[in-house]
Nanobody
Framework: QVQLVESGGGLVQAGGSLRLSCGVSGVYFSINGMGWYRQAPGKQRELVAEVTRGGRINYADSVKGRFTIARDDAKKTMYLQMNSLKPEDTAVYYC???????????????WGQGTQVTVSS
């Protein structure tokens, strides 16, 4: 069983910063693509940033230049550094990982439980 656990959310004023972490645990062969998503009240879940196993990175236009995604495979952890936060960044942030699991070596997607980020104006 693979588990993803996020941490680092909270309440911050506009212009402030937060750093989210997502730790991966369990039995698996490898971690493939990873990403951060968010869902604001009444809206659909949307991609914030993603990073491939090879290090290719993609950001949503709304966070480019403000957010930085990183992964440390040795620590089995992914990060999201969020700077210059805006009230519209308020949402529950979820981490996602595609993990190759035994016994068949099939890549399967997993989600964390989410962490609340609230940005006050």
């Amino acid at each position: 069983q693979v588990q993803l656990v996020e941490s680092g959310g909270g309440l911050v004023q506009a212009g402030g910063s937060l750093r989210l972490s997502c730790g991966v645990s369990g039995v698996y062969f490898s971690i493939n693509g990873m990403g951060w998503y968010r869902q604001a009240p009444g809206k659909q879940r949307e991609l914030v940033a993603e990073v491939t196993r090879g290090g290719r990175i993609n950001y949503a236009d709304s966070v480019k230049g403000r957010f930085t995604i990183a992964r440390d495979d040795a620590k089995k952890t992914m990060y999201l550094q969020m700077n210059s936060l805006k009230p519209e960044d308020t949402a529950v942030y979820y981490c996602n990982a595609a993990v190759t699991v035994p016994p068949l070596g099939i890549s399967t997607g997993y989600w964390g439980q989410g962490t609340q980020v609230t940005v006050s104006s």
